[in-house]
């Protein structure tokens, strides 16, 4: 009876010994096979939105002019990168702000770009606005704007160029023309916030992301994570907005336009690039 039960259990460890070495084989052909199944992409192409060649897609909407009017040709396209230019003004801005817009609205994206400054700032410009620019996002749509808005409601990526050696003047920080922002779970009212950047000088080319995840932003320049926050919202100064606007007061922003901004001093755009985000 015992030498029984010790042959049928050699017989049942040497069966199961031959179907773990099929088991291993067929795994080893599998990873080596070509044709196997791979892991899915997680992430999505990242798109132009600028062709280096004109300003397709894009539309300007400056203070005191309609919707598309792209008075003194303020934007225009030179040697592959989207200039704005105040050549044409006759020494006076006057305070016309100009936006430029991308043509479709957008919500959980990448938005990455370079810009510098350059030349100097025309005349009458504003003392704040010397070496100063931005990136709107969550913009309301251009056409909704009145004639004489000065900057659209979004939440403004603002972009600084250092002005005298050895003073700090980050770039990458937050405007909030019409809106309020969560900070650290605090709603944060101040129209403007520092980022942790760097300073960055002269006409050196600088690289500025933004990730929007619904309600959740980020701003990195040069690969560095400068500021987060949440839960944009409309808020504020909401002083000549439209009344359909107004009546919004409140109702959180999980997308919209992105525009890129004519201030007063000169500064350019290139490699602007969307990567969407699911």
Partial sequence: MVIIMRKRSTKYVLASLIAVFFV??????????????QPAQQSTPWVSLFNGKDLSGWSPKIKGYAYGENWQNTFRVEDSVIKVSYDGYDGQFKARYGHLFYKSPLSNYRLKLEYRFTGDQIADG????????????????PETMTLAQDFPLSIEVQMLGGLTPGE??????????????????????????????????????????????????????????????????????????????????????????????????????????MQAIE
Wanted: hydrophobic share 35%; with cysteine.
């Fill in 168 to 273: 700090e003047r980050p770039t990458g920080n937050l405007c909030t023309p019409g809106t309020h922002v969560v900070v650290d779970g605090e709603l944060a009212t101040a129209h403007c916030m520092d980022s942790s950047s760097d300073t960055f000088y002269g006409d050196q080319w600088v690289s500025l992301e933004i990730e929007v995840r619904s309600d959740s932003i980020t701003h990195t320049i040069n690969g560095v994570d400068v500021l987060h926050y949440a839960k944009p919202q409309i808020g504020g100064d909401l002083a000549g907005l439209d009344e359909s606007i107004v009546a919004r007061k409140g109702e959180l922003l999980t997308g919209g336009y992105i525009s890129l901004q004519s201030e007063s001093h000169p500064v350019e755009f290139r490699r602007i690039f």
């Fill in 24 to 37: 291993l084989l067929g795994c080893k052909q599998g990873a080596n096979d070509k044709t196997a199944v």
């Fill in 126 to 141: 504003a003392g704040w606005a010397k070496r100063n620019s931005g990136v709107m996002i969550h913009c309301q749509a």
